[in-house]
């Protein structure tokens, strides 16, 4: 196998990057948070509210109730997919921020593990925001929903790896927008975020159940109403699945863009 | 106390033997294009050595092979004892980098941009802080702490890019052309500053194209052209040995063919480029080619000692790399 394919290194030297990017996020913590916020609540209570007036239960609960647990998961992707790539792109390829931290002590693996974890905690950070809302007003059944902390984190892991994937391949910021078009936006409109997977055709039913997506609100949905997921260890197992390969994958194709 | 370089009636402790950075058979190919063939060098403690080339020589792509970003097809490279690119992580504690671009952190002060880069080797958040002042005051940014990166200068930026390269209190500086871009006040406060840094010891590699750079700074520089070292030595020596010791410039429309009818009778070597004719000639000759000169009242000439650049374009040619 290529050298490129060698598996991920991990040393502490990876912490000092992801301290790098909370440094900056610090700075403007809380516009970003905002910022993060304003969009799902926006599709939360417009559609919770005006669509859900117009509908019976949806999956048992009130219509808002059900879309709530669904936002938590598509603003967690979202996070994790912009941090990875329009921020990590920045960092890599136009400030040049990977260059020079690779002139220290610190190899190409830690830079891309320490962004992969940063990506993915504040995607966490972004979950925990809008959970933390939803608690708020009371769309929360139970301190089960604490369960959903671990597992917003396994998806910003998920889709901060599959992000480092497109920024590893790009040539400029007007590539993403095909992961978007292409992958990002069907995920959420298929994975049961604003609907139950079982109102799709079967056929497109079973695509769908095997999106990391559809994963991720498996999990999150029924600790939110207070329930535990079933087949938590499947989805568990899927999501894991993804966010290693799709990290390994990632990394290869790193090594070969910078380590020229 | 600083060493000039290798001196062989110098009684040499035994650590200071041991080269800083040895480079030897050093191939790099790109697409079946080898941009490095065959490089070698060796720097001693103390020394600073120049790598120049036209663009393209392969001057940074032998940076990268030395700090172990790139691993070369073919060579031996050790750094401050470290096999790279095996080790080069461990050898990196000890080597700062400014690169050729800067690359300071914008969404930092200049503080932050010293503070963060000191954890990347390592160093606690107060061993650095305490050690921010004196870096500050070395890159004459004194008082800069909190200022924004967007507000300095590019004089200030390369300043603070050498003070970031100093966080680690390296062996080894690898400077990849540290005044390009420059105005010429601030090439030669970065001068004055890497003069100080050899004074305290420190050995500096560097790579430019500017010739009175590598004259005022090396003690010893390799000529890279297309990927091989064409000539190595101190820059008198290179000047003795390498050209005629005097030039004449001889400019105006007809230069070029005066160069080529009663020229080559008069002087060694003639190289024409435009409308100038250089003439490269022995102390001896300088006299009668005046002379002759002075007939033709259409042609002005410039007389001087050959320096650096008259060796570097005989040696890697005239025309454009680029």
Same mark, same amino acid.
């Given at each position: 196998m290529h050298p490129h394919f060698a598996l991920p290194s991990f040393s502490w030297r990876a912490i000092a990057v992801w301290r790098r990017n909370f440094l900056v996020w610090r700075k403007m913590a809380i516009p970003s948070v905002l910022g993060n916020l304003a969009d799902p609540m926006i599709y939360l209570f417009g559609l919770g509210y005006g669509l859900g007036s117009l509908l019976p239960e949806v999956g048992g609960v009130t219509y808002i109730v059900f879309l709530a647990s669904g936002t938590v998961c598509a603003s967690t992707m979202n996070a994790a997919s912009f941090e990875a790539l329009y921020s990590g792109f920045s960092r890599m390829h136009v400030q040049k921020t990977w260059e020079a931290i690779l002139?220290? !002590? /610190?190899?190409l693996d830690d830079v891309l593990a320490g962004e992969w974890l940063w990506a993915a905690s504040k995607a966490t950070l972004s979950g925990l925001a809008i959970m933390l809302v939803i608690g708020l007003l009371g769309f929360i059944a139970s301190?089960?929903?604490?369960?959903a902390i671990p597992v917003v984190f396994l998806v910003g892991l998920s889709f901060g790896a599959l992000g480092l994937i497109v920024t590893a391949l790009a040539?400029?910021?007007?590539?993403?927008m095909y992961y978007f078009t292409l992958f990002l936006t069907p995920m959420v409109l298929l994975c049961?975020?604003?609907? !139950? /997977?079982?109102?799709?055709?079967p056929l497109l039913q079973s695509v769908a159940g095997q999106l990391p997506l559809a994963h991720a609100v498996r999990l999150v949905r029924p600790l939110l109403l207070g329930e535990w997921p079933a087949d938590a260890g499947q989805h568990l197992a899927a999501l894991l699945l993804i966010a290693l390969a799709a990290y390994w994958l990632a990394l290869a194709l790193t090594r070969r863009r910078l380590l020229k | 106390m600083a060493s000039l370089g290798p001196s062989p009636d110098r009684i040499v402790p035994p650590q200071e033997a041991i080269p800083v950075l040895s480079v030897s058979g050093l191939r790099k190919s790109y697409a079946g294009h080898e941009?490095?063939?065959g490089v070698g060098f060796t720097l001693a403690r103390g020394e600073c050595y120049g790598l120049l080339g036209p663009?393209?020589?392969?001057k940074t792509t032998t940076l990268r092979c030395c700090l172990g970003l790139t691993t070369p097809d073919a060579g031996v490279i050790r750094l401050l004892n470290e096999p790279v690119p095996a080790r080069a992580r461990e050898a990196r504690m000890r080597v700062g980098v400014v690169p050729q671009f800067d690359n300071l952190?914008?969404?930092?002060?200049v503080a932050e941009n010293l503070q963060v880069f000191g954890r990347y080797f390592g160093i606690s958040d107060a061993e650095t802080r305490r050690r921010i002042p004196d870096l500050l005051e070395f890159a004459g940014l004194?008082?800069?702490?909190?200022?924004?990166?967007?507000?300095?200068s590019g004089g200030m930026k390369r300043r603070l890019t050498l003070a970031r390269a100093l966080v680690n209190d390296p062996d080894l500086l690898l400077l990849d052309?540290?005044?390009?871009?420059?105005?010429p006040q601030a090439r030669h406060l970065i001068w004055e500053r890497l003069k100080r840094l050899l004074q305290q010891g420190k050995t500096i590699l560097l790579t430019t194209h500017f010739m009175d750079e590598a004259e005022r700074l090396c003690h010893r520089l390799a000529i890279l052209d297309a990927g091989r070292i064409v000539a190595e030595g101190g820059p008198r020596e290179l000047i003795a040995g390498q050209i005629e010791p005097q030039v004449i410039e001889v400019y105006g429309e007809d230069a070029a063919s005066w160069a080529g009818a009663e020229g080559p009778s008069l002087a060694r070597r003639i190289e024409v480029s435009g409308e100038t004719a250089f003439c490269y000639v022995d102390v001896g000759e300088v006299a009668p080619l005046l002379a002759q000169l002075?007939?033709?009242?259409?042609l002005r000439t410039l007389h001087r000692p050959a320096n650096l650049e008259d060796v570097f374009l005989k040696l890697t040619g005239r025309e454009l790399r680029d």
């Open positions: 002139n220290a !002590p /610190v190899n301190p089960l929903a604490l369960w040539p400029s910021y007007d590539f993403f049961g975020v604003f609907f !139950p /997977v079982e109102q799709l055709p | 941009v490095v063939s663009n393209g020589a392969g952190d914008p969404d930092f002060s004194t008082g800069k702490e909190t200022a924004r990166l967007a507000t300095l052309e540290p005044t390009t871009g420059l105005d002075a007939r033709r009242p259409t």
